[in-house]
């Protein structure tokens, strides 16, 4: 499995950005695709999951202004951030299991995880 994201970049606050997360090699029919990111000198966190049944975790944090997704063929992960805030600034990572995600969006259930990408939000 390789995982290759985009979509990086600045923003001020308010506004919105989408990453996408390339998924290749993965044969499993059930699988956990996840959002993490680690802000500087902070543990890395769950930021939002997506179980091969459709059903998604979210972190308190971004409720109501992220939204996972895949396409249709789930080979791309997508996750929408709107209404962004300086505290979302943080290197996001792309990440793949072969298992169910974790309720808590734990990241020790994770396999395999891109190489991250940088968002700033500037205030």
């Known amino acids: 499995v390789q995982l290759v994201e985009s979509g990086g970049g600045s923003v001020q606050s308010g506004g919105s950005l989408r990453r996408s997360c390339a998924d290749s090699?993965?044969?499993?029919?059930?699988?956990?695709m996840a959002w993490f990111r680690q802000a500087p000198g902070q543990m890395r966190e769950g930021v939002a999951g997506?179980?091969?049944?459709?059903?998604?975790t979210y972190a308190d944090s971004v409720k109501g202004r992220f939204t996972i997704s895949q396409d249709n063929n789930k080979r791309m992960l997508y996750l929408q951030m709107n209404n962004l805030k300086p505290e979302d600034t943080a290197m996001y990572y792309c990440?793949?299991?072969?298992?169910?995600?974790?309720?808590?969006?734990?990241?020790?259930?994770?396999?395999?995880w891109g190489k991250g990408i940088l968002v700033t939000i500037s205030s």
């Open positions: 090699g993965s044969t499993h029919s059930s699988f956990c």
């Open positions: 990440a793949h299991s072969v298992n169910w995600c974790d309720p808590k969006l734990g990241d020790y259930r994770m396999d395999y």
């Open positions: 997506l179980d091969s049944d459709g059903s998604t």
